[in-house]
């Protein structure tokens, strides 16, 4: 039986608080990515060094991990939003997995405090060589508000990636 795996980077908790709820809603694997070179996580540098490496398209290496692609039919990406495009950890994975990536059904959320949500999962479709996703979803800081303000958007999005698998 093929699984849903969730691909991710997180740095502030938001992103990986998602990824669990998401997990416990679907049934699917965690995949958390670390690059070897750790960003900045507090202060303006934690924005300086993040938005440039997001805006200049940044490949960072990343701690070994463990992906076989044809254990899955589905793949779920999870990003922080940096400078209105996603953390440049998930382009280091997805430039490694590009081939095994063909022919899964791919979706991805974004968690984010300001802006720039709309633009990030744009890029992040760029990234992955589609214009569609089976679903997608932006939350502002989950970590930080109540849970029921990110439940519809969570319930929506698993029903969305549910009926994808029917159509």
Not at 117 to 136: I, S
């Amino acid at each position: 039986m093929k699984k849903t795996i969730i691909v991710y980077y997180s740095m502030s908790g938001n992103v990986k608080q998602t990824a669990e709820r998401l997990a416990a809603e679907t049934g699917a694997e965690l995949l958390a990515l670390h690059p070897v070179k750790a960003y900045p996580d507090k202060g303006a540098k934690k924005y300086l060094w993040g938005g440039k490496s997001a805006l200049m398209g940044e490949k960072p290496k990343l701690y070994p991990y463990s992906f076989n692609a044809d254990r899955y039919d589905t793949v779920i990406f999870g990003a922080p939003v940096w400078a209105s495009s996603f953390a440049p950890p998930l382009r280091t994975f997805i430039e490694d997995n590009r081939e095994a990536l063909a022919g899964k059904k791919l979706a991805a959320f974004v968690c984010y405090m300001g802006s720039g949500d709309k633009k990030a999962l744009k890029k992040l479709k760029k990234a992955l060589g589609t214009e569609v996703l089976a679903a997608e979803m932006a939350l502002v800081e989950p970590t930080a508000k109540p849970k029921e303000d990110s439940d519809a958007q969570l319930k929506a999005f698993c029903a969305r990636l549910q009926r994808h698998d029917t159509d």
